[in-house]
């Protein structure tokens, strides 16, 4: 920030320390006025370098007065350093020298013999009949030349800022959503080359414009987590806690559309953690968040279940599973029969199944939420076969979520059955990638563009609910969120080109 008092550098040989304080008692009006603040050697502290006090304060300050005599101009370090300082620093536009004439000397070929010097007429102080009326003339000229840069910096400032609001309002106009796109970058960025901005100022003015977006996407967590909270302990909700999350939305500022994509996003998640139970003495698999899995719960989760809900996925998908017998679940919710793919055979699981634990991985967390690859690593330690393991994951689910897990491993084997036998080997190039950082800005970029900040969210969701998702899986899974049909689309095609 830059200082409201001009600083005032005095240049000066010790031999002449008697006449540099009386200038500085002369000087104390416009101290005491705030319009300058001065600086010389004598107040450098014990210990410390004196000569990178001198050259830090020489390089800031404002006025540098040379104070000039015989002494002055015959000492080294005044001469061959302060003065050529000095005076590379005025004809740089950085600041304004003074020469104060104090004894007669010859100085008019001097590097500053073209500048103004005080007192008046530049009659040396030791000269005048009375040296304080010399002191007076030369505080005069110091208040000129130090109201004058004061002018020039205000003006400076006024400048700075109209520039500083141009650079906001195409900043504005750019700004979508809370993101600025690759065009719009390029935009900004010539825009600041144009203003003579330096690129800290550029970023100090776009985090202001940011701000109020940051604040927003702040309190949709917000409202998230007090959603996420309740839900841990009430759902479905009473129509007193409805009324309760309207006054949350009211007081964070959240916008309705935004609300209902957060709420609809954690609904469905409670409801596929719950398995929509009829036996409510089964456990609940609540789909939420959680920052860890503690091993109580997990105890309690692969605690054998009670006799009547033992109903396996195995002898469903197996080829030799007998349909209909009224004892199965698929009975009570059966699922349209798939097109049979000519000469292939009916997918199960066995030992040389082609279903991997990634996979189920993957269909097990969009079940049941984050306790999947806790539940799924002790399963493994439990068996020796996929058929086994898939086996002993069903003991844990409720009936719905049986027949969901069951309908998910035969489309997926049918399908790679299918793509065996038929020779048919799709390689899109972002299939099997790992997604990165790059990847992942440009999704939340671009969706952040169609649907606004809860974009983030939603990204922050997948990722948690689908831990070994390819980058293409990503997109299918986002572009679904989208509920315009044309720009799902579009952003699928952008991502996936």
Known sequence: MVSESIEVFFSYSHKDEELRDKLEEHLASLKREGVIKSWYDRQIEAGAEWAKQIDSHLAISDIILLLISASFINSDYCWGIELEQSMKRHEAGEACVIPVILRPVSWKNAPFGKLQAFPKDAKPVETWNNPNEAFVSVTEGIRIAAENLLKQRQQKLRQQEILRTQYLKKVEEVLSHGRISLLGRDTLEEHRKELGLTPEEASVIENNAFEPYKRYEENLNKYKQSLLNVIQHEYPLSDETKNELKLRQRDLGLKSEDIDRIEQLIFSQAEVGLGLQEDKTIPHLLTLPKPETSDATIARLLAPP?????????????????????????????TPPEQEVPGATSPSLGPDSLLEQDVLLEILAEIIGPIAPALLQQASAQTSSTKELVEKLALYLSPKQQIELEKRIRALLKKSVYQSQTRVYNSPTLTNQVINASFLDQCEQYLSDVIGPIATLLIQDALKFHPQISPAKLVNVLAAKIPNPKKADEFSRHLLK
């Open 306 to 334: 009670k006799p009547e809900i033992r109903n396996t996925i195995i002898a469903q998908i197996s080829p030799d599973s007998t349909q209909g017998s009224g004892n199965s679940t698929i009975d009570q919710a059966p």
